[in-house]
């Protein structure tokens, strides 16, 4: 379902945000991002088959919602197919913009093809805060930005790269690395603030190693469908 007017002008940015069974806090995520709407910004929410209320809960908050396969990759491909802006954004549904977001992606953009936010977990775990600042030391380091830190890019070079691969896990690494052929990204120092579900949840030590011990492997050429099994049996 889309509520975009053809009539109106087109967009400045498409935030595309994938979402699967948040019924529990997609409306308090989207609307945070409801004065961004009046500023020709275009929220894009792409459903992987929610089985709560999910997709009626977001629809009278973005201007296109639509369902899609299964997987992250698939969702947020098909949601930059039905985006009418030259900036893309892919935000994850548990993660908050900062304040002059939209103003500093677009700075970024005009001297680079794409870039990502640093991140701030935010949960029960007094590791949390430690977590956050080894992420954007690596990324700053490698590169290499994951979903969490709520990646943009240009449109074109979104397409020159082909979109995210379809692949189960990794996909956003993946997608670092091809564009970092085309440019190295922008890493902006405001952060966004992201969910600490997964490291309250399973711990914060285990799940960093954890998640090491996947990227490793993906480094060494372990197919993504292999690793994504391994991720769900060590939940």
């Known amino acids: 379902m889309s509520l975009v007017n053809p009539g109106a002008e ?5 935030i595309v945000i994938p979402m ?13 991002l409801q004065p961004l709407r009046e500023t020709r910004v275009e929220i894009i929410v792409v459903d992987g088959g929610s089985t709560d209320h999910s997709v009626a809960l977001a629809t009278p908050l973005a201007d ?11 969702q947020m491909n098909l949601g930059a197919e ?36 640093d991140i701030q977990l935010e949960g029960h775990s007094r590791w949390l805060p430690v977590v956050s600042t080894l992420m954007n030391l690596r990324s700053r380091l490698s590169g290499i930005a994951t979903g969490d830190q709520g990646m943009f890019l240009r449109r074109e070079a979104f397409d020159a790269v082909g979109g995210f691969p379809d692949q189960p896990l990794m996909e956003d690494i993946a997608l670092s690395k091809r564009l970092k052929a085309l440019s190295p990204p922008a890493c902006l120092g405001i952060k966004v603030v992201s969910s ?13 190693r954890l ?20 991720y769900r049996n060590a939940r």
């Open 10 to 14: 087109p967009p400045t940015l498409s």
């Open 82 to 117: 039905r985006a009418h802006s030259p900036a893309l954004l892919f935000l994850h549904a548990d993660t908050q913009l900062p304040e002059g977001a939209v103003e500093q992606i677009s700075q970024a953009l005009s001297t680079h093809c794409w870039g990502r936010f």
């Open 20 to 32: 699967l069974n948040e019924a529990m806090g997609i409306e308090t995520a989207l609307a945070l």
């Open 211 to 230: 998640m090491w011990r996947l990227r490793y492997r993906y480094w060494r050429g372990v197919s993504a469908t292999q690793l994504a099994k391994e």
């Open 196 to 208: 600490g579900r997964r490291w309250d949840k399973f711990g914060a030590w285990k799940t960093i």
């Open 64 to 74: 296109t919602v639509v369902v899609s396969d299964t997987g992250r990759a698939r």
